[in-house]
Every structure is written in structure tokens, then in C-alpha cells.
């Protein structure tokens, strides 16, 4: 981010995310960042809906080449700007009262982009809206690979809540709709408890990859994660990042955390994997930020070097 992009923040009171040109009508670039300001679908506790300002606003004032994770030499190198060609395309208009709506909401906005070469970067909102994106993505590639960093599972049949819409369920729909490839998405840091084996069981059964993050931990397992990983990537992936995958002590301001999470690096190296992978990732999103909750501050700075880590 320049001097120039700082000052064009002050005149204008407009935060773009990482200072990217701000662009409302979709048209062909390398991506596009969209906010989600929806909560709708949480059940504990509300506020992601307010992620996508917290999350520009930690965005202004940083660098947009992240630094390399070793020096050669003690030089550092520097690449492109890891934004380069990317668009701030302001917010879904995705409207609290009715999760129905907002997802179609979600489909329509991210599909007009999709169709004309972007990739997406969403910013959330509650992590149901990913089922959004996910039928956008779909609807032009086909069923996708999936990347789902997260400590919960989400794939419930919504039958304890009498609904089958909230954050903890869009995984199961996106399966039954063949929006993703059961045998190429893998969940990385799942360690929330659990009121039965129903969603853990069902996953298992269509060939989903699961690791917790005492799994990703295991130099033993370390060949079996490389493969894991490498399945993702072999065609059109989406990858999905649930701020509570990571250590509450990093990010606090999330509807759900969950003790025991991942460290930032961890949480970088499956970031990182998808550079990897045969074909670009079409499409990714951070979600659950919750900047009404206590460390928001904190939680919006992680979640925004994550995203600059996407974007490289």
C-alpha cells in the first residue's frame, strides 16, 4: 500500500481492502475481494456480519509484498505484490432478515464476477454464505476441490435447530448438490467437540479427508498430508478458512472458539499448499471474524495477513 492510496483514505473515507482500486461492476481482472456482511446463520454468538469492514480497516497501512518466510543470504527477495491485478469490489448486498436471500444474494454477486475470469477472495460474514460462493463457482467449473480450515465440520443436517441453513451445516448441502468432490476436499484443524458421530460418519463415508490439529503436527503423517493436500489442487479448488481453526489466544473474535487451535504458521502452510495445486484456486474466503467480540483488533490484523498470504 503507497502514500498516495493512505491519503486517498483520509480525503475519501474509503477503506479498501490492502488499498486495491475500488471497483463496484464486475469486469476481467486477476480477482476480486467481496465482503459478506451477513450473519444470519450463527447460532452462538452474532457480529460477523461487521467482519468485512474490521478486516479492511486492519488492512490499511500494510505492505502488500508479505515478507519471505527465509532470507537467502539474509537478503531479502521480493516477488510482485501479491495483489497485483486484484479489485475491491465492495460488499455483497447480502441483507440480515433472510439467510435464504442472502445466499442467493451471494450467488448472483460472486457468479458475475466468476464469469468474467476472476478469482474471489470473500471476506465474512457467517461461514453458511460460502455455500454461496461455492454454487457460483460450480455453476462455471463443475464440482470442485475444497480446502476447509476450520475446528468445526459443518455438516450437520441442521436437525437439532430445525433448519438446515446455519454456519454448521453448508458443507453437507454443497456435498448433496455435487457442488464439491467428496474425495478431493480435506478439513484441516477439526477439534471441536461434538453431541454425536452423525456428521463425522457421514463425511466418512463419501470420502472426505479429515485431519485435526494433532494430525498436521505428526512428522509421521506429514507424506499422507502432502497427498492429501496435492487431491485438492488436481482440478478447480475453493479454499475455505473459518477464523476459529486458529488458537483463540491469536483470534479471540470469533462465534465459536475452540481451545487447542492451530498457530499462524500452521495455519500458513495450507495457505501456502495451494500454490501447489495444478490449476489456480477459482475462489476462497476467511470467515466468522466477529468484530463486536472481545481482542476484534487483534483477530481482524491475523485474518488480514492471512488474506495478503492468499492473495501471494
Known amino acids: 500500500m503507497s502514500a498516495d492510496v493512505l491519503m486517498q483514505g483520509l480525503r475519501t473515507g474509503l477503506t479498501p481492502f490492502l488499498g486495491l482500486p475500488l471497483c463496484i461492476d464486475p469486469r476481467p481482472a486477476t480477482g476480486v475481494v467481496l465482503g459478506a456482511p451477513c450473519d444470519a446463520g450463527v447460532i452462538n454468538r452474532p457480529g460477523a456480519r461487521l467482519g468485512p469492514w474490521a478486516m479492511r480497516a486492519a488492512s490499511m497501512g500494510l505492505g502488500s509484498h508479505p515478507m519471505p518466510e527465509r532470507l537467502r543470504e539474509g537478503r531479502p527477495v521480493f516477488g510482485a505484490p501479491a495483489a497485483r491485478g486484484w479489485l475491491d469490489g465492495g460488499n455483497i448486498p447480502a441483507l440480515p432478515f433472510s439467510l435464504r436471500d442472502a445466499l442467493e444474494t451471494v450467488q448472483a454477486t460472486v457468479g458475475a464476477w ?136 491469536l483470534v479471540p473474535a470469533v462465534a465459536e472458539p475452540v481451545p487447542g487451535g492451530l498457530t499462524f504458521a500452521e495455519a500458513l502452510r495450507l495457505i501456502h499448499a495451494a500454490s501447489q495445486w495444478a490449476e489456480p484456486w477459482v475462489g476462497a474466503d476467511l470467515m466468522e471474524l466477529a468484530p463486536t467480540l472481545e481482542g476484534a483488533e487483534a483477530s481482524a490484523r491475523v485474518a488480514v495477513h492471512l488474506a495478503l498470504h492468499l492473495l501471494a
Open 114 to 249: 466468476a464469469m468474467t475470469g476472476c478469482r474471489t477472495l470473500m471476506l465474512g460474514g457467517d461461514h453458511s454464505l460460502t455455500l454461496g460462493a461455492l454454487r457460483a463457482h460450480a455453476r462455471q467449473h463443475g464440482p470442485l476441490g475444497l480446502l476447509h480450515v476450520d475446528a468445526h465440520p459443518d455438516a450437520a443436517d441442521g436437525a437439532a435447530w430445525g433448519t438446515d441453513i446455519h454456519h454448521g451445516t453448508w458443507l453437507r448441502q454443497a456435498i448433496e448438490e455435487d457442488l464439491v468432490d467428496p474425495e478431493r476436499v480435506m478439513q484441516a484443524g477439526l477439534r471441536a467437540p461434538r453431541f454425536d458421530d452423525e456428521e463425522l460418519a457421514f463425511l466418512s463415508v463419501v470420502g472426505v479427508r479429515m485431519w485435526t490439529p494433532a494430525d498436521l503436527r505428526d512428522p509421521l503423517m506429514a507424506l499422507r498430508l502432502n497427498e492429501d493436500l496435492a487431491a485438492v489442487g488436481r482440478g478447480p479448488a475453493y479454499v475455505s478458512l473459518d477464523l476459529d481453526a486458529l488458537d483463540p489466544i
